[in-house]
């Protein structure tokens, strides 16, 4: 029997289709809402291998209000929302501010009037580490707790700080508006998940992040440089505070996340707790070098890289405090970052082309087997 229905944003994407099949794993029905503007069905087959259950699942924008208000209209028993349909990449927000807002904070707020209207009240949101900006600015906020001052310092992370606060007014003001009515309210209840640096593919190397056009974060580049689809790693900056002149970010196996997912619309659900901001990092944090390192290390030998100019809007370090999460949520970061780095190494030399190819046989029977073991 099924404990819920969840409608997600974005959940052919990398952290959405993660996040979907740790849903289904748990007994969720799940309907999914995506424009493929960054992604392919193909996933729902592999969600579908990996897990025997497949989602349902609408080519719908989330800046179309009337699409987006059928499916609500069509499930009845949605409860609850995990949003994670938006535009990422740092550099374009700052070329086309516009439409980051657009898309990011204008599509949040038509999910938002299509909750409303439809009574579903629990929305876990895809935030991002990158709200908090330099936080070695402030003192004592390395590692970073959620009550370090919100700063961030591009367009991509003001939509993101920006929609934070528009989930929260609209939470509670929801809550508000029912308990002067004399009603209960504390069934609406927002989860703002800044994430810290997400890495790695599923175990079984037949389900991973495969972007359309350039990636942005540094292990899918290095991946490409190790299958030879990239000459070299740029490194922005070797010259910053760090042991090795390098950044520092906290990195996240997706897995972990996906989980970190669940432990919060479940405590939504089960805790009522009102709007809260939770932390989802390992608490540990590696430099560029050191990644360059780990993951050459499981591809066998050195990967090539030239050090250029720190890139405009990098800060020194994000590395997360944790510690709430861990305490509140029960959830904790279980794999590291050679897992993170084998995971990846076994998608992408296995699947060079991402969805837009047929996973080695060998792995999709290996799937299939585990998927009948755990049925
Ligand atoms: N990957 C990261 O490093 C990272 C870090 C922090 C936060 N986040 C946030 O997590 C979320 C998911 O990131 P991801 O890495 O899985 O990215 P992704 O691009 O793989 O997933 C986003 C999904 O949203 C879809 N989408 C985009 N615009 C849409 C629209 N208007 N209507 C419907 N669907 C739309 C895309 O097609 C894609 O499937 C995003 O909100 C992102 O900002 C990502």
Not at 141 to 168: A, D, F, Q
Not at 288 to 305: C, Q, T, W
Not at 331 to 344: G, I, P, S, V
């Amino acid at each position: 029997m099924s404990v819920g229905t969840v409608l997600i944003t974005g959940g052919t994407g990398y952290i959405g289709s993660f996040t979907t099949l740790a849903l289904l794993d748990h007994g969720y029905k799940v309907v999914i809402v995506d424009s493929l503007y960054n992604s392919s069905k193909v996933s729902l087959d592999r969600i579908e291998l990996l897990c025997g259950k497949r989602p349902d699942f609408y080519q719908v924008d989330i800046t179309d209000e009337a699409a987006l208000d059928k499916v609500f209209a069509a499930h009845p028993n949605i409860d609850s929302v995990i949003h994670f349909a938006a535009l990422k990449a740092v550099g374009e927000s700052s070329e086309i501010p516009l439409e980051y807002y657009r898309v990011n904070v204008g599509g949040t707020i038509t999910l938002l009037r299509c909750m409303s209207k439809y009574n579903v009240p629990n929305i876990v949101f895809s935030s991002s580490a990158t709200v908090y900006g330099d936080a070695s600015q402030h003192p004592g906020m390395i590692p970073i707790p959620e009550h370090c001052p919100i700063g961030p310092t591009n367009p991509y992370g003001r939509t993101k700080s920006t929609i934070e606060l528009v989930i929260t007014d609209h939470i509670n003001a929801q809550r508000n508006n029912l308990k002067k009515a004399g009603k209960p309210y504390e069934h609406w209840n927002g989860a703002l998940l800044r994430y810290f640096n997400p890495a790695g593919s599923h175990p079984s190397g037949i389900m991973g992040e495969d972007p359309l056009g350039v990636p942005f974060n540094l292990l899918p580049l290095l991946g490409q440089v190790a299958t030879g689809q990239r000459e070299k790693l740029l490194v922005f900056g070797d010259d910053y505070p760090s042991k090795d002149g390098t950044a520092i970010r906290d990195y996240i196996h997706v897995v972990d996340l996906a989980k970190g997912h669940l432990a919060a619309l479940n405590h939504l659900r089960e805790k009522n707790p009102g709007v809260r901001a939770w932390n989802l990092g390992s608490g540990r944090g590696s430099t560029v070098f050191e990644m360059i390192n780990a993951f050459s290390k499981v591809v066998g030998r050195p990967l090539p890289y030239e050090v250029v100019e720190r890139r405009a809007g990098d800060v020194l370090d994000l590395t997360a405090n944790p510690s709430r999460a861990n305490t509140e949520l029960g959830w904790k970061t279980e794999l590291t970052l050679e897992d993170a780095c084998e995971d990846l190494w076994r998608w992408v030399s296995n699947n060079p082309q991402g969805y837009r190819q047929d996973p080695p046989k060998e792995l999709v029977e290996a799937a299939k087997a585990a998927a009948k073991k755990s049925a």
